[in-house]
């Protein structure tokens, strides 16, 4: 129950509060996801 509730909320305050960090974070997956399909 509690996982619930801590799994949204710092999503929207991680995003609201450090946009760069998203950025970075998204830059991460999009290297990950390249890297398993084997595109670089």
């Not at 960090?21 to 890297?35: A, C, D, P, Q, Y």
């Amino acid at each position: 129950m509690g996982w619930e509730v801590n799994k949204e909320k710092p999503n929207q305050n991680f995003e609201f509060q450090d946009p760069k960090s998203v950025k970075e974070f998204r830059g991460e997956i999009s290297k990950t996801l390249k890297r398993m399909v084997g595109t670089n």
